[in-house]
Every structure is written in C-alpha cells, then in structure tokens.
C-alpha cells in the first residue's frame, strides 16, 4: 500500500487542533490519523513526541500527567490557540494548491468531469479562505 506525503506543518496543525477538542496522547493519534488514512499515513511516535516536545517547549501545549494513565496528555494552551489559528490559515492556502494541482492532475488524464468538480471545489475554498 501506498503511503501519504504529508506536507509540512500538518502534523504540528493536527496536534493543536486534537489537543483543543481533548486531552490527546500520541497513541490516539497514531491510531486516528492511520484509520482516517485507512493506514497509509502512520506517524512515528518519534516525530509526535519531538513536535510535542516543540509545541511544548513553545508554550503551545501543557502535558498533564494522569495517574494510571501510562502515556502523557496534551492540551492545548491559550497561546497555542493563536499558533493554530495562524496554522489554519496556512493549511487552508496549502488546500487550495492541492485542489488546484488534482484539477491539473484529471485535466491531464482527460477527465472533464472530475476536472471541473475540482475547480468548482476550488471556487468554494476560495470564497471561505477568509474563514
């Protein structure tokens, strides 16, 4: 099976914004994001706890430590509230080069009528960009 080429800074977006739902640990992550992906995206504990450790470090996240728990919690801070919406903007500007790049994609492929999904799906993205 393939495996995703995650761009950067989506896994530090993905962090903050699970850690303002709900106390997250990096196994729930690992697990969320590989089922959401249907596996082709497995983050390395490694990468979550150096991002967390940063994010941490930066004030973004405060990890609690919960009796009989056997991995720590993050949540995000008010600081860390700001850097997400600044992360969020971004991600949204990253989504609409993608949307732009699959429309080139089907364009190339010959499939007009994936191809004009995607620039009406590109017309949206842009009319909410400021959201």
């Not at 962090?15 to 082709?40: C, D, F, H, W, Y």
């Not at 991600?91 to 949307?99: G, I, Q, R, S, T």
């Amino acid at each position: 099976m393939a495996t995703l080429n995650v761009p950067t800074g989506l896994l530090k977006t993905i962090i903050l914004k699970e850690a303002s739902r709900a106390p997250l640990s990096a196994v729930t992550l690992i697990k969320n994001l590989s089922e959401k992906t249907g596996g082709m995206w497995q983050p390395s504990p490694g990468s979550i706890y150096y991002i967390t450790n940063e994010l941490e470090s930066k004030n973004y996240l405060k990890k609690l430590i919960i009796e009989n728990e056997r991995y720590p919690k993050y949540i995000i801070t008010p600081r860390g509230k700001e850097e997400l919406e600044n992360l969020m903007r971004g991600a949204k500007k990253d989504l609409l080069k993608m949307v732009k790049i699959l429309q080139v994609y089907f364009d190339t492929l010959e499939n007009k009528n994936l191809s004009a999904q995607l620039g009406a799906l590109f017309a949206t993205l842009q009319t909410i960009q400021g959201d």
